[in-house]
């Protein structure tokens, strides 16, 4: 069974940081890709960082470029986002995502809201 479980929500100030988590079990995660949706409130969820199996290639939004790093520890299935510079518009709910044969599995996001 496919499980995908976020944490490290939590509120934050304008240019502040956050370390958002999401452990993994249920497939061979060392081959899968893995990706961090975003969905704020009144908006479409968006695909915001994505990070490649096979040789860790990485891609980002461009409004967290130079921000965001996600990074993935084989061993612990484990796929982390660091936020960095935190912007009242990054205020959203983050999901960890990755498909299996062709099945998309989401976890059950983790809140950050940024505010002054």
């Known amino acids: 069974q496919v499980q995908l479980v976020e944490s490290g929500g939590d509120p934050a100030q304008p240019g502040g940081s956050l370390t958002l988590s999401c452990l993994t079990s249920?497939?061979?995660?060392?081959?899968?890709?893995m990706n961090w949706h975003r969905q704020a409130p009144g908006k479409e969820r968006e695909l915001v960082a994505r990070?490649?199996?096979?040789?860790?290639?990485?891609n980002y939004v461009d409004s967290v470029k130079g921000r965001f790093t996600i990074s993935r520890d084989n061993n612990r299935a484990t796929v982390t986002l660091q936020t960095n510079d935190l912007k009242i518009e990054d205020t959203a709910v983050y999901y960890c995502?990755?498909?299996?044969?062709?099945?998309?599995?989401w976890g059950q996001g983790t809140q950050v809201t940024v505010s002054s």
């Open positions: 249920g497939f061979a995660f060392r081959q899968a890709g």
């Open positions: 995502h990755t498909r299996i044969a062709g099945r998309a599995y």
């Open positions: 990070i490649f199996g096979s040789w860790n290639t990485t």
